[in-house]
């Protein structure tokens, strides 16, 4: 094969590095980013093992994906039980996915002291499960799980689960690096080798974590001996250290060794989709990663910045904008008037607004960003900023203002907390809000589950008597993430909101040094954009 496959597993094995979670929302919506990026397999999460996945497979199948298939993650079946009546094979053909991908182990020790079953029957299992998938009408692939350390302990049976897995039709035999400790050198020369061993017929994967700090050049060695298909995660996120860092391994295949992953265009994106599903995680995007951080093209001062006044070359081994990035440290993800143009299109305002508008636009965007603002996971807070630049927009509402009170006392409340003697002891948050609807102000007072859903609460009692569908509104999803790290308790916080109702779902974004303005902030944007959307200029009040 002359092209090399991207295989993403960003919402599988990346979602189980520490503290990262993804809701159903974040994985279709980081889904539809990988496949505008060119990634070829998508791995949406392990068939059956929770209900959020499941419901992501239901619901992808929705999704008009342009260059990605969706390949659904799962064990062999069991030891000494029969493959049509295992429930993982079940729940694998359940996902509704094309792509099927089977982990089986491939180190005799691993079969005998943690799967505990025989080596012939580890056999059996890959090659019934395979063979069982391929029955049903789907594409299956094998993951050879800690291949390299059973290559090294045992090269013979290693190479037999591949085999057998070859033998039942598996199309790609993929050699994973489970524990992370084998060296890209080690990498290069065992993927030869099995390249040699299992003859042309053999289509090989690579799966590296990075637990020596090596994952992206072990993938990268195991391509240059012979693989055809990478695995990885956006940003290199995954269990442990994390796996090999997929926004790395594109970056170096195409500007690197000339391998054609992705077209120029999709490049160029690279580090709008790495910053993107940062956010989407709740990760401050790491200034220093390689391509794409914010500091991967800066220069702090003495020889380097004098050189790079001389000659921008001097001191950066790509042009920024190949990937999406710039010299700047400080980087706007819609640091483009073409992008707020293509917006203003895209919401039919372009005979409203024109190019000096969308100047204006732009420049406020970064303003904000400066502020903590990040419009990228936030659409519906941009295009609520692009319609109040248009000359006769009305707000549905205007916030006089508002007030939150925090109590820890005996009284029934939504929540509970404990007091310092250990003792169960109840948490008030009550809300006043002072909304303006036209000429009219309404003054409500509410009690919450803490003083978000108080704001919430508080709000939409005075926004009812004009909107009664405003209840159709829920809230989805709350996240919190400090801007600018290091300045303790007087910190700005970027807080994103998702909302939804009965069709939609959006995300709204507010940063502020106080956490309930920037609340309110996003907030306030949820409901007004809702309002906006189902009431045109007010039509649809009360």
């Not at 182990?105 to 691993?110: C, E, L, N, V």
């Not at 390249?195 to 195991?222: K, P």
Request: with cysteine; proline share 2%; glycine share 8%.
């Amino acid at each position: 094969m002359n092209k090399i496959e991207l295989y993403d597993t960003t919402l599988r094995d990346g979602t189980q590095q520490e503290g990262i979670s993804l809701s159903v929302e974040d994985k279709l919506a980081i889904t539809e980013r990988l496949d505008e990026l060119g990634v070829d397999i998508i791995e949406g999460g392990y068939a059956g093992a929770n209900p959020k996945d499941d419901e992501f497979f239901r619901r992808a199948q929705d999704l008009d994906l342009k260059n990605a298939v969706l390949s659904a993650f799962g064990n062999t079946r069991r030891a000494n039980s029969d493959a049509a009546g295992d429930p993982t094979l079940k729940a694998l053909l359940d996902s509704g996915a094309p792509v099927l991908t089977l982990v089986g182990k491939a180190s005799d020790y691993q079969v005998q002291e943690v799967l505990g079953t025989s080596l012939e029957e580890n056999l059996a299992m890959v090659a019934d499960s395979v063979k069982y998938l391929k029955s049903q009408g789907r594409r299956v692939m094998f993951d050879a799980e800690h291949f390299f350390d059973g290559y090294k302990q045992n090269r013979e049976y290693a190479l037999q689960t591949l085999r057998v897995a070859m033998d039942a039709g598996a199309e790609r035999v993929v050699l994973c690096d489970t524990n992370g400790g084998t060296l890209p050198s080690e990498v290069g020369r065992i993927t030869a080798e099995v390249r040699a061993a299992l003859g042309d017929e053999a289509v090989l994967g690579i799966h590296t974590h990075n637990d020596t700090d090596t994952a992206v050049a072990s993938a990268i060695a195991a391509v240059e001996a012979g693989a055809i298909q990478v695995q990885g995660c956006i940003n290199g996120y995954g269990e442990r250290t994390g796996n090999a860092n997929m926004v790395s391994m594109i970056a170096n295949m195409k500007l690197k060794m000339g391998l054609d992953v992705v077209s120029d265009e999709q490049l160029a994106a690279l580090t709008g989709l790495s910053h993107y599903v940062a956010e989407v995680v709740n990760r401050r995007p790491s200034p220093f990663q390689p391509f794409v951080g914010s500091s991967a093209f800066a220069h702090k001062g003495g020889l380097h910045a004098a050189a790079t006044e001389r000659s921008v070359n001097a001191y950066q081994h790509i042009d920024p904008a190949i990937v999406g990035n710039t010299n700047s440290v400080v980087i706007s993800e819609l640091a483009g008037r073409g992008n707020v143009v293509r917006r203003i299109r895209e919401m039919g305002l372009e005979d409203v607004l024109d190019r000096n508008d969308a100047t204006q636009i732009v420049q406020l965007v970064k303003d904000q960003e400066a502020l903590g603002f990040s419009y990228e996971v936030a659409q519906a807070s941009l295009d609520l900023l692009i319609k109040k630049a248009t000359p006769n927009y009305e707000p549905c509402f205007e916030l006089v203002d508002f007030m939150v009170v925090v109590e820890n006392r005996r009284r029934t409340s939504f929540g509970t907390g404990w007091r310092t003697d250990g003792k169960e002891h109840p948490m008030l948050s009550e809300a006043t809000v002072k909304v303006r609807v036209g000429d009219e102000v309404r003054h409500t007072a509410a009690e919450g589950n803490g003083p978000v859903d108080a704001l919430d609460r508080a709000l939409r009692k005075g926004l009812r008597e004009f909107y009664p569908d405003v209840t159709n509104v829920r809230l989805t999803d709350y996240k919190v993430r400090v801007v600018n790290e290091g300045t303790g308790t007087g910190a700005a916080v970027r807080v994103v909101i998702e909302s939804a109702d009965e069709r939609d779902v959006w995300q709204t974004v507010g940063a502020s040094t106080n956490i309930l303005e920037a609340s309110w902030i996003a907030l306030a944007d949820s409901l007004e954009h809702w309002l906006q959307k189902s009431s045109g200029s007010g039509a649809g009040a009360a």
